[in-house]
C-alpha cells in the first residue's frame, strides 16, 4: 500500500496539472505565425571556379510573396554565414555581391527542420535553379531499406512503461527467449547502443527511453567482425530543439508492477543539455516442469517429473546525462554519463518425484531456492564530429568506457523423501552459492568519410577495445553433523578473462554500368586470456598469431545495389565474421539448476566463423513496402549448447548444460516483409515471415551430434486510429519447434493489446494487456540413447499495465536567463564561429 499511494497521487497530480494546461476550445488559427523564432540557417560563400570564399558577401532572408527582410548580414573573411532566431515559414534566401550573380534560395522553416546546413554555395554568372528541403508528418512505425529495418519505438505502444526486451519481442524477425537472449535468422546479433558496443542487456535499458531500433543483418566491413548474428542499434532518444521540454511518465500494473521516467532536455546556444530517470518494477509469479524418461536399449527404465513455482521481483534504474557543445558550425563535442543499477529477487520452489519402470514411486523430494542478483553499470562517452561543407563529409572520434559490477547469490535447500515419504538422513540439505564480478571495456574509435563525388566515396577508421572480465563463485555443501560447510571444488571457480581487439577498416562505393558497388576490407587482431585462478588452468587464443593463421583475421565484404526503376531496388552482399564466446557462454558459474540439470559456462570455448550471403529486394507499394530476403550462413567451430551427465555423479542421473564448438552448421533461409496502410493511414499493418533450415553437426569426445530441419517464425502488428483521439494496436507473435543439437525447442505463440489516448497535446493514456491468452512460454526437447527429456519454464506471466504521460516545454524559452525578445520576434546574424 506504501507504493500504491504514491503512484496513485502523482497520476491525479498529473492529470491536473495537464487539463489546467490545455486548451479550451478550438486551435487558435493564428498559432502558426506565433511560434517561436528559434530557427537557424548557416553555410559558407564560395566563388564557383576557384572555390575561394567570397569575403562579406550580402545575406538576406526575405518574406515569400514580399520584399520584407526577416533576417540578414554580412559573411564572415572565410564566406560563413549564420542567421539565427528565424521565425517559422518559407522565406528567399538572397545572397550577393559585386561582381556576382545573385542566388536565390526557397527555404522552409518547420518545428521538425529548425537547422539547416546550406553547406557550400557557389556564386557565379550561371546561376542555380532554386532548391527547397521539407520535412513534414509524422515518423513511420517502420522503414525497410535494402541494408537495414528501422523501427520507431516510439510508435509502438505496446512498449510504453517496459523494457528493451518488450521493444524487441515486436520487431518482425527476431525472437526473445526466457532468459532475455534475442534471435535473428537463428543467430544471437550484437547490441549496440547509439552506434557503439555496451554492456548494458535489453533488460537494463528503458523502452520509452529508446528512439528507434536499427536491425542490421549482414554488416559490411565497416563494423565489428563479431557481429556474426547481424546488429541490433539501439538509438536513444535525443531532443535538439531550442528552449526546453521534457516528459513525466507514471505506470502500475497487475500483478504488482510499476513505472516511472521523468527527462528534461534544454537547449540554449550553442549548448543542449540533457537529463533522464527511469524506474521500473515487477512481479513475475511463474511456472514450469521438467519430465525425463531414461532408457536402456529403447526400454524405459525410470521417470523423473518435477514441478516448478517461481516469484521473483525484478527492480531496474536508468539514469543518463548528456551535454552537447557546438564548438564551430559543424563541429560538436558531445560528453554522456550513464548509470544503470538493479537486481532480482527470486523464490522458487521445485517439487520433484523418481518413479521406477511400473511407474511405482522411488523417492520424492522438494527444493527451496532463494536467489539475489545485484548489478551496477556506468558508461562514459567523449565524441567529438566535424562535418564539411561538402556534403556527407565527416569524421567522428570518441572514447568509451563501460565498467560493470554484479553479484549473484543462491541458497539451495533440498528435502529428499524415500518411498514410504519419510525424510531421509540427513534431513535438510543445503547448498549456497556466493558470485560476484566486474567487467572493465574500454573502446577507442575513428570514423572518417570522403565523398568524391555523388556515386563515389572512401570510408574508413580505426578501433581498439580493451576488455577485462573477472567472476568468482564459492560454492559450498553443509555438513549437518559438524554444521560445517564443505566447499564443491568441481564447482567453485575464480575466472579472469583479458581481450584485446584491435582493428582497421576501409571501403570504397561507386557505381559502374548502373550498378553500386561497396567494397571493403576489416582486419582484426584477437587476444584472447582466459585463467582460472588457483587451478593453474588458462586458456588463450591469438589470431593472427604470425602468418599461420592471418586469413583468420582478415574479413571482407562486398556489396551489390541495383535500382529497378524508382520504386525496386535489388541488393546482393557477402561478408566474413567471427563469433566469440560471450560472457555468460564461458562464465563458470551455475545459472539455473534444479535437483537433476545444472547450465554453466565452458571457459574452453574457441570462436566460430561464418560466411554471410544475402540477396535482397525491396519494392515501394502505394502505401506500404515490401522487403524480401534470402540468405545463408556457413559457420566453422559453430558455438551451440551441449548436454552431459555431470563426472562426479556416479548415478548418471544429473545433467550439465553447457556449451561447446561444434564442427559445422549450414543454415539458410527466406524473410518476408510487408507494410501497407488503408483508409487513409487509419490502418498500419506488418506482418513478418522467416523460414530457415539448419543442419549442424557436433563432437564432444567420444560423442557425434547431429540434427537438421526446416523451421518458420511469424509477426503480425496492427494499429487502428480510432475516432477521439484514440489508437488500438494488436501484436501476435508465432515461433515453430527450432532445431537444437540434440533436439528441438517447443513452439511459442502469444498476442498483446495496447490502447491508447492522446487527451491533449501535454497528456496521454496507455493501456497494455501483455500475453492476453497466457501463452507465452519457453522450453525444449532433447533426446539421447539413455534419456528423454522435456522442459518448459516462463519469463513472465500475463499482465496488465497502465501509465500517463505529461510533456511539457517551451521552444523558446530559456531557463537561465529572460527573454530580451517578444515571441515570433525575428533574429539577426551570429558572426561568432
Same mark, same amino acid.
Given at each position: ?235 536513444? @532518444?535525443?531532443?535538439? #530543439?531550442? /528552449? ?5 511518465? *507514471?505506470? %502500475?500494473?497487475?500483478?504488482? $508492477?510499476? &513505472? ?125 564530429? @566535424?562535418?564539411?561543407? #561538402?556534403? /556527407? ?5 570518441? *572514447?568509451? %568506457?563501460?565498467?560493470?559490477? $554484479?553479484? &549473484? ?125 588457483? @587451478? ?298
Amino acid at each position: 500500500m506504501l507504493i500504491k499511494s504514491p503512484l496513485f497521487l502523482g497520476l491525479i497530480l498529473i492529470v491536473s496539472l495537464s487539463f489546467a494546461q490545455a486548451p479550451s476550445g478550438r486551435p487558435d488559427p493564428s498559432a502558426l505565425r506565433n511560434m517561436p523564432a528559434i530557427g537557424r540557417v548557416y553555410g559558407k560563400i564560395l566563388e564557383a571556379g576557384s572555390k575561394q570564399p567570397v569575403e562579406f558577401a550580402t545575406v538576406t532572408l526575405l518574406a515569400m510573396q514580399k520584399d520584407s527582410v526577416i533576417s540578414g548580414g554580412l559573411a564572415k573573411a572565410n564566406g560563413d554565414f549564420n542567421l539565427t532566431k528565424l521565425p517559422m515559414g518559407r522565406f528567399r534566401l538572397k545572397i550577393s555581391f559585386i561582381g556576382y550573380k545573385p542566388l536565390v534560395k526557397t527555404i522552409v522553416i518547420t518545428p521538425n527542420l529548425l537547422e539547416q546546413d546550406l553547406g557550400n554555395i557557389s556564386l557565379e554568372i550561371d546561376g542555380k535553379n532554386l532548391s527547397e528541403a521539407v520535412v513534414q508528418g509524422e515518423k513511420a512505425t517502420v522503414i525497410m531499406t535494402v541494408d537495414r529495418r528501422i523501427y520507431t519505438v516510439d510508435k509502438d505502444i505496446s512498449a510504453r512503461g517496459g523494457t528493451g526486451i518488450d521493444a524487441i519481442k515486436n520487431i518482425p524477425g527476431l525472437t526473445v527467449d526466457a532468459d532475455g537472449g534475442v534471435t535473428l535468422r537463428n543467430s544471437s546479433p550484437t547490441i549496440f547502443v547509439d552506434g557503439r558496443p555496451t554492456t548494458l542487456t535489453l533488460e537494463q535499458i528503458p523502452a520509452d527511453e529508446i528512439e528507434r531500433v536499427e536491425v542490421i543483418t549482414n554488416p559490411s566491413a565497416k563494423f565489428d567482425a563479431s557481429t556474426t548474428g547481424g546488429i541490433l542499434n539501439i538509438v536513444l @532518444k535525443k531532443n535538439t #530543439k531550442p /528552449g526546453y521540454n521534457g516528459l513525466i511518465t *507514471l505506470g %502500475y500494473g497487475i500483478p504488482n $508492477r510499476y &513505472n516511472g521516467m521523468a527527462n528534461i532536455n534544454i537547449k540554449e546556444g550553442r549548448s543542449n543539455f540533457g537529463l533522464s530517470y527511469n524506474i521500473n518494477r515487477s512481479l513475475n509469479p511463474t511456472k514450469g516442469f521438467t519430465n525425463r524418461t531414461t532408457l536402456l536399449n529403447d526400454i524405459e527404465t525410470g521417470y523423473y517429473n518435477q514441478d516448478n513455482t517461481t516469484e521473483s521481483v525484478r527492480l531496474m534504474q536508468n539514469a543518463r546525462l548528456s551535454f552537447d557543445y557546438n564548438v564551430t558550425n559543424r563541429t560538436m563535442l558531445t560528453l554522456a554519463q550513464g548509470f544503470n543499477q538493479g537486481g532480482f529477487e527470486t523464490d522458487e520452489t521445485q517439487d520433484f518425484e523418481q518413479r521406477s519402470a511400473e511407474k511405482k514411486m522411488v523417492a520424492s523430494g522438494n527444493r527451496d531456492i532463494v536467489q539475489e542478483t545485484k548489478w551496477k553499470n556506468y558508461s562514459s562517452q567523449v565524441l567529438l564530429r @566535424k562535418t564539411y561543407p #561538402k556534403k /556527407g563529409k565527416e569524421f567522428t572520434t570518441d *572514447l568509451n %568506457y563501460n565498467r560493470s559490477d $554484479r553479484r &549473484n547469490n543462491a541458497d539451495f535447500y533440498t528435502y529428499n523423501y524415500d518411498s514410504t515419504n519419510t525424510l531421509i538422513s540427513p534431513g535438510e540439505q543445503l547448498q549456497y552459492n556466493r558470485g560476484d564480478g566486474s567487467s572493465d571495456n574500454f573502446t577507442f574509435q575513428f570514423d572518417f568519410v570522403n565523398p568524391v563525388s555523388d556515386t563515389t566515396k572512401w570510408e574508413f577508421g580505426v578501433r581498439s577495445n580493451y576488455r577485462i572480465e573477472k567472476t568468482k563463485l564459492d560454492v559450498a555443501n553443509r555438513d549437518n553433523i559438524s554444521n560445517s560447510f564443505i566447499v564443491d571444488t568441481a564447482l567453485t571457480n575464480n575466472y579472469r578473462i583479458d581481450e584485446l581487439i584491435n582493428a582497421a577498416y576501409v571501403t570504397y562505393s561507386s557505381m559502374l554500368l548502373g550498378i553500386g558497388y561497396q567494397a571493403g576490407l576489416r582486419v582484426e587482431q584477437t587476444r584472447f586470456i582466459g585463467e582460472l585462478i588457483g @587451478k593453474n588452468q588458462q586458456f588463450e587464443y591469438i589470431y593472427p598469431d604470425g602468418t599461420e593463421n592471418i586469413m583468420k583475421a582478415l574479413f571482407p565484404s562486398l556489396y551489390l545495389t541495383k535500382r529497378v526503376g524508382e520504386k525496386n531496388e535489388i541488393q546482393l552482399n557477402f561478408s566474413r565474421k567471427i563469433g566469440r564466446p560471450g560472457f555468460m557462454q564461458v562464465m563458470p558459474f551455475v545459472m539455473f539448476a534444479d535437483k537433476l540439470n545444472y547450465r554453466i559456462g565452458n571457459p574452453n570455448l574457441a570462436p566460430e566463423f561464418n560466411n554471410n550471403l544475402e540477396l535482397n529486394y525491396n519494392r515501394i507499394l502505394p502505401g506500404g513496402n515490401l522487403f524480401v530476403a534470402t540468405y545463408l550462413k556457413i559457420t566453422q567451430d559453430p558455438i551451440t549448447n551441449f548436454t552431459q551427465t555431470l563426472s562426479s555423479d556416479t548415478s548418471g542421473s544429473i545433467l550439465v548444460n553447457t556449451f561447446i564448438n561444434g564442427n559445422t552448421m549450414l543454415n539458410y533461409g527466406g524473410e518476408s516483409n510487408y507494410k501497407f496502410s488503408l483508409f487513409k493511414r487509419k490502418l498500419d499493418v506488418t506482418l513478418n515471415a522467416n523460414v530457415f533450415y539448419t543442419d549442424i553437426s557436433a563432437n564432444s569426445g567420444a560423442t557425434a551430434l547431429k540434427n537438421s530441419g526446416m523451421t518458420w517464425n511469424g509477426k503480425a502488428i496492427i494499429s487502428y486510429k480510432l475516432p477521439k483521439q484514440f489508437t488500438l494496436q494488436t501484436n501476435a507473435n508465432y515461433e515453430a519447434p527450432r532445431i537444437i543439437p540434440q533436439g528441438k525447442t517447443v513452439e511459442v505463440y502469444s498476442i498483446d493489446i495496447s490502447l491508447n489516448k492522446e487527451i491533449s497535446k501535454v497528456l496521454s493514456f496507455n493501456l497494455v494487456l501483455n500475453d492476453v491468452f497466457n501463452t507465452r512460454r519457453f522450453g525444449n526437447t532433447f533426446e539421447t540413447a539413455f534419456i528423454e527429456q522435456a522442459i518448459s519454464r516462463r519469463r513472465e506471466t500475463r499482465f496488465l499495465r497502465l501509465s500517463v504521460t505529461w510533456r511539457f516545454g517551451e521552444m523558446d524559452a530559456s531557463l537561465f536567463r529572460k527573454r530580451s525578445q517578444r515571441r515570433g520576434e525575428g533574429g539577426g546574424m551570429d558572426m561568432e564561429f
